[in-house]
């Protein structure tokens, strides 16, 4: 992919210009590669931070820090509490405004006490072409980089690049937080995050990748990637998943016939 090169390029020029960087880190695909990439470029001036909440699957904080502790880089964990603002509970369209502006407001502190000017996160190409995200209208107000993006790297590329550079996270299944699994409207608690966490990580248990649990009320509606549906024909898997499900509360288990899609809740 020459055109993918010329913008990695690119990527080192951009986060060469910042001189110092956090990058607000999930340990997913976007922002361990824009951590690898800052770290080589910027050496011991930028540092990594991780929100430890319920709106985030559990495994994904183990991967954060030993990813950041491969990169080599100095690793900070907060704890954001966006399931204590009303706003974002209630969830509204723009839910995810006020969890990013919750975050990026602690990423920012954090920041200025390390005498840090910039704050960076993963947004990518495709993000913002191909998707609903009004959490990037907070990191705008708050002066939030993107540098992904400022390069024009879309996920693929990233994927592909990943891989060039040895970061095992390059072939990592798409993971959002757990508030993306209710309609709009319907209210964010502790305690139903808890069962999608639960409920997504049987699923991953079973050997499935790519997936979601979406919460309707007393119905739970599983999206998996579409070569994956078969394996509901097997009546062993299919009676542990309708009993695991209901164990934690779900009365009705459907399967998406349409299966994995990104933002099928936007």
Same mark, same amino acid.
């Given at each position: ?25 999930? *340990?997913?695909? #976007? ?134 550079? *040895? ?17 709009? *409207? ?47 024909? #097997? ?7 309708? #009993? ?23």
């Amino acid at each position: 992919m020459e055109s993918a090169e010329k913008k990695y390029k690119n990527l080192k020029r951009i986060i060469s210009e910042y001189g110092n960087l956090l990058v607000a880190f999930s *340990g997913g695909v #976007d922002s361990t590669f824009l951590l690898k990439t800052a770290k080589d470029v910027l050496g011991e001036n930028v540092i990594a931070v991780s929100a430890l909440s319920e709106t985030y699957v559990r495994e994904e904080l183990e991967t954060a820090k030993k990813m950041a502790e491969k990169i080599g880089v100095k690793h900070i964990i907060i704890e954001s509490k966006e399931v204590d603002i009303p706003q974002f509970r209630e969830n509204p369209p723009d839910r995810c405004y006020y969890c990013k502006y919750e975050l990026f407001s602690l990423l920012k502190k954090i920041a200025a006490e390390n005498g840090i000017r910039y704050v960076a996160d993963g947004t990518n190409y495709n993000d913002v072409r191909n998707d609903h995200r009004p959490g990037m209208r907070a990191a705008q107000e708050l002066g939030v980089v993107s540098p992904l993006y400022e390069a024009k790297l879309n996920k693929e590329e990233i994927r592909y690049l990943s891989k060039n550079i *040895g970061l095992e996270t390059w072939n990592k299944p798409e993971m959002a937080c757990l508030s993306s699994r209710f309609p709009y *409207g319907t209210d964010i608690t502790r305690e139903k995050l808890q069962t999608i966490d639960e409920a997504e990580r049987f699923l991953r248990g079973l050997g499935f990748k790519q997936l979601r649990v979406r919460h309707h009320g007393d119905t739970a509606r599983i999206e998996i990637e579409q070569e994956s549906l078969k394996r509901f024909s #097997d009546d062993n898997m299919r009676i542990s998943v309708v #009993d695991k499900f209901k164990s934690l509360g779900f009365k009705y288990v459907a399967l998406d016939l349409e299966g994995y899609r990104r933002g099928s809740m936007n």
